[in-house]
């Protein structure tokens, strides 16, 4: 069997598993797409020729790439989590069932996700890893370059930290959803005080480029002119008081979010991130490209697209 057509049936056969670990470090089922198409890329370029244990060798690519990605977006926090485009080179797109999106969006939990967005990038790594992939700390301590005895450490910190949020956080979606739903009604009536009781002291609300750049096309209407990133619970009230009246609640890649989709096609998302019953993050997305990368299903209904 050719080289080319054999490695291509390797990764196909371990793509599920690459992308459930790039989830579970990244939170976002684009960039997870993203991580898993750069192994790939890694794979076609690398001499296996040595590599007995194929799975283990992309599972460790896959850590690194997320590893990157994760210390990227710390650095960049003005971008979404969403924020790069991906592109599937192996596999077929239109493959992607939106249900089974779902279901790894809800393996994971939208709390333990909050919580893992907390932690530094080389903590999340060993805890991803080890915990929830048994991958021994020899093997975690070269892809996050320290000792074996240290990557224990960064992992019994994120472990306890998880434990004592997950005590307080454990909202299950339906109450994700009663939140965001308050969140938006309280916007569309313009009542600040309402916006303020389900919004977190810490929130922050992240903005790409593009919703940047409309938002100062509209500030001569009286429109807010947003910045990449606003925080604190007073500077987000006021972006969203008296407006997102045609904003649908929604789940986007999984997760609780809402959408302005006028005659169908998505102009607008919103990602909410909640936990201890606030809204703790908020990542709008306007950029056309990004939002084809979304799978957006409003609640109640179906698919957009």
């Known amino acids: 069997m050719p080289e080319p057509t054999w490695l291509v049936e390797q990764f196909e056969a371990s793509r599920a598993h690459l992308r459930g670990v790039a ?3 990244l939170g976002s089922l684009s960039e997870a797409d993203d991580a898993v198409q750069e192994t790939w890329i890694r794979l076609s370029r690398a001499d296996t020729g040595s590599v007995e244990n194929l799975g283990g ?21 003005e971008e979404s989590l969403d924020g790069r485009a991906t592109e599937r080179i192996v596999g077929d797109p239109a493959s992607v069932n939106p249900e089974q999106e779902a279901v790894l969006a809800d393996s994971v939990g939208l709390a333990l996700m909050a919580v893992l967005e907390t932690l530094a990038p080389v903590e999340r790594v060993a805890f991803v890893l080890h915990d929830m992939f048994d991958l021994p700390f020899e093997e975690i301590a070269p892809i ?9 450490q960064l992992a019994s910190r994120a472990r306890r930290r998880f434990r004592g949020a997950a005590a307080s956080t454990g909202a299950d979606r ?36 593009a919703a940047v750049l409309a938002s100062a096309a509209r500030e001569a209407a009286g429109a807010p002119k947003l ?17 997102a009246r045609g904003a649908q609640l929604a789940l986007v890649d999984g997760a609780v979010g809402a959408v302005w989709a ?16 606030k809204i703790v993050a908020i990542d709008l997305a306007v950029d056309p490209e990004r939002l084809r990368k979304l799978e957006v299903v409003v609640l109640g209904s179906g698919a957009l697209g």
Not at 187 to 199: I, K, T, W
């Open 144 to 152: 996050v370059g320290r000792s074996p005895a240290a990557a224990r």
């Open 57 to 77: 060798w992309l599972t460790t690519v896959v850590a690194r790439v997320c590893l990157d990605i994760l210390r990227s977006r710390r650095s960049r926090r």
């Open 174 to 209: 339906d109450r994700q959803r009663e939140v965001v739903s308050a969140f938006l009604a309280a916007a569309r009536e313009g009542d600040f005080v309402g916006l303020l009781a389900v919004l977190d002291p810490g929130v922050v609300l992240r903005a790409d480029a």
């Open 262 to 277: 006028p005659g169908g096609r998505p102009r607008a998302v919103f990602r909410f991130t909640v936990a201890g019953g």
């Open 227 to 243: 910045a990449p990133e606003v925080r604190g619970t007073a500077a987000v009230a006021e972006a969203f008081a008296g407006r």
């Open 23 to 25: 989830y579970r470090m």
